[in-house]
């Protein structure tokens, strides 16, 4: 079971392989401004030695996927859960052929691994045979078969795109997603996709959402929810007692002696015993306090945990 946060106990090395990641790739003299049209971020803040995180929204500003970009060789590279990846890609197909970029989905040619812990700088280091880049809180590394993006610290943390298809691991991909939910960085899959607009996934606490760039696709709809107060629900981390849930499924609140919807699983991860830790869409007000659980499932208890950002901003 298990009972410490990564967080609060940084391990000292585990390497994960994630197949549930795809990788699509931009090429091209107008791939910059395209993206700058359909993504939340701010492509001018993109570097050669850095990357940003992102929403891809519908026209309607429900999400399609939450990305990590970043350049590499001639391209950007959009990393993401396969399912997103997909749903994205449709719409970057579709607007691409009115802009000189060519668009590729890398994911059977691209391999991607998960890396955090004490010691992982220094064994990333080595194995890619290079240096890594520091000169950020979002530094990118990139290699000739490889970039490496340091998401986080406290465990440092990397996410690994690589031609290799070998690189070592020695654990499963559930701590990955584990940690992922205790930063609260959220990421989508059949079931949430196109279901909300970035701000309940808490994208702007994350800087992934630019509101000085300009238009891009459902870009009326989150300033609008920014500027007009009109965002009612947000993202929240939660532990406890469950059975595994499905990304879609119902979470339940506490009324007195009854049971009222409250919101919904964007991501879940199932430990020994029935320990879920949790990433849910909740009612913004809703007070920490609050008891939870699955619906279906009387026995589940969730209570809800900080996060490692601050929500005060809209």
Known sequence: MLTTEFTKAP????????????????????????????????????????????????????????????????????????????????????????????????????????????????????????????????????????VALQLGSQPDQFLIVSKQDDLPTNSESKLWHTLEIERGRATLLSGTIQEYVPQMLNVQALNGISFTKGCYIGQETIARMKYLGKQKRALFRLRGQAEMAAPGATIEQQLGDNWRRAGTVINAVSHAKHQLDVLAVLPNDIEASTRLRLKDDDASLLEIYPLPYNLDES
């Open 11 to 146: 391990p000292e090395y585990v390497t994960v392989s994630l197949p549930e990641y795809g990788v699509v790739s931009l090429t091209g003299p107008q791939t910059d401004t395209f993206l700058q049209g359909q993504l939340t971020c701010d492509m001018n803040q993109l570097g050669d030695s850095n990357w940003l995180y992102a929403a891809h929204c519908d026209n309607k500003g429900k999400a399609l996927s939450t990305l990590f970009v970043t350049r590499w060789h001639e391209s950007v590279l959009l990393i993401t859960t396969l399912p997103a990846l997909q749903a994205s890609l449709a719409q970057l197909q579709k607007f691409g052929v009115f802009s000189q970029t060519t668009i590729v989905d890398e994911s059977t040619n691209l391999s991607v691994y998960g890396l955090f812990g004490t010691a992982a700088p220094a064994r990333l280091a080595e194995q890619l045979q290079h240096p890594l880049c520091s000169n950020s809180l979002q530094a990118a590394t990139p290699t000739e078969t490889a």
